[in-house]
Each structure stands twice: as structure tokens, then as C-alpha cells.
């Protein structure tokens, strides 16, 4: 079976300073991962991928994640915070050798202050 | 490119009632998912499809819920009857074979009064 940790539920910063939204994961394989961000009344938006090689992942909006295996970990952050960041951030694995549906942990809101 | 689209964006019903939600996923996207999303709950797996056969339906709470995919375009989800706990946001995904991510539509609200 696979899960997606995330374990803060809401994340508060000031704008300019640097972000993390953590994630953990567990699958039985090798892991596929994803970062996608919902804004008020819109859709599932995505971020980022990890699939393999570089362990430091770019994205749009000058967001990032670093996979880290040992520590089954897909931390998303960003330098330098914008108040346009704020909205829900969900995290989510599959395993590369099983099944194509994707595990969604329950969501992190960024809020990001003036 | 057109994205994923869900029609209707919102729905309130009443208990007992029949709710029909669709969803149109990316031309040439082989892979289909349903989701559901409860306030404040993880995004929850309802079931999968690939082309017009439903390759994993684990997630479906009960026979209440029907999803079809007619000629492995479109898709609907049908519940009948409502019930109260069905409220929620509903989403549909597709994606191509592969490591592809998943593109998700806006989603529908249902309420179920």
C-alpha cells in the first residue's frame, strides 16, 4: 500500500522569507512523486514532479522539492515567500511499478503574510 | 490544449435525491480517475479507468455510486440516492500512460441537504 504524510496542517510565513511544506511518503517500489496546489475555488494545480535523477526538483513559481530516500521524504520550498503562494498544497505518491493512481495526503494551507 | 472539465461546478440536492456529475478529461488521456475530496480530509481514491474499462473501482464507498466511461471519452458519476455523508468535492483526473502527472478539472461541489 502507499501513503502520503503531511503533517502540519496549515503553514504561516512572512512574505520574503523562505517556505517549507514538508511530505512523507510510503510505497513498497520506487516512488513517483508530486506536488499540486489548489487555489480558492479552483482545481488541483500541478507543481512538480519527481520521477528520477537529480534529487532537486524545480517547478513552476519558482517553487522546488528535494526527494530524499532515506528519509522517505518530498519537502517542498520556495526561497522567498509571496503573499500569491497562499493556498492548499497537496502532496502525492504512486509507486513506479505498481498501479497508476495516484496517494493524495490531506493538504497543507500556506498562509503567507504581508 | 483544453484542460479537464466538470460540469456541474456545484450542486445542492436533497437527501435521496439522483446527482449526475461529468467530466470531460484531456483528448488523448487513456488514464481517468474520480476523486473525493471531504473538508478538511485527504483527497480520497473512487476509482480508475482506463479507456472506457474500469481498472481499479477499490476506492467506490458503496453501490450507491455508478461511474461510467462511455467509448473511453467522457466520463459520469452518478449517485442514487444522496445521502448526507456524499457532500464533498468531487474531482476527476486524467493522464497518459507512463510517469505522467495526473491534470485534474476544477472539481464539483455537491451538498447534500
Known amino acids: 500500500a502507499q501513503s502520503v504524510a503531511q503533517p502540519e496542517d496549515q503553514v504561516n510565513v512572512a512574505e520574503g522569507n523562505p517556505l517549507t511544506v514538508k511530505c512523507t511518503y510510503s510505497v513498497s517500489g520506487n516512488p513517483y512523486l508530486f506536488w499540486y496546489v489548489q487555489y480558492p475555488n479552483r482545481g488541483l494545480q500541478f507543481l512538480l514532479k519527481y520521477i528520477t535523477g537529480d534529487n532537486l526538483v524545480k517547478g513552476s513559481y519558482g517553487f522546488e522539492a528535494e526527494f530524499n530516500k532515506s528519509q522517505t521524504s518530498f519537502h517542498l520550498k520556495k526561497p522567498s515567500a509571496l503573499v500569491s503562494d497562499s493556498a492548499l498544497y497537496f502532496c502525492?505518491?504512486?509507486?513506479?511499478?505498481?498501479?497508476?493512481?495516484?496517494?493524495f495526503g490531506r493538504g497543507t494551507s500556506l498562509i503567507v503574510h504581508p | 490544449e483544453a484542460g479537464v472539465t466538470q460540469f456541474p461546478s456545484h450542486s445542492v440536492i436533497e437527501k435521496g435525491q439522483t446527482v449526475t456529475l461529468r467530466c470531460d478529461p484531456i483528448?488523448?488521456?487513456?488514464?481517468l480517475y474520480w476523486y473525493r475530496r471531504v473538508m478538511g480530509k485527504e483527497i480520497k481514491f473512487l476509482l480508475h479507468?482506463?479507456?472506457?474499462?474500469?481498472?481499479?473501482e477499490s476506492g467506490m464507498p458503496n453501490n450507491r455510486f455508478l461511474a461510467e466511461r462511455t467509448g473511453g471519452t467522457y466520463s459520469t458519476l452518478k449517485v442514487q440516492p444522496a445521502e448526507l455523508e456524499d457532500s464533498g468535492v468531487y474531482f476527476c483526473?486524467?493522464?497518459?500512460?507512463?510517469?505522467?502527472?495526473?491534470?485534474f478539472g476544477q472539481g464539483t461541489r455537491l451538498t447534500v441537504v
Open positions: 483528448s488523448g488521456h487513456d488514464n
Open positions: 502525492a505518491v504512486r509507486d513506479s511499478g505498481g498501479s497508476y493512481i495516484p496517494t
Open positions: 483526473a486524467s493522464s497518459h500512460p507512463g510517469a505522467g502527472e495526473a491534470f
Open positions: 479507468f482506463v479507456k472506457e474499462s474500469k481498472q481499479d
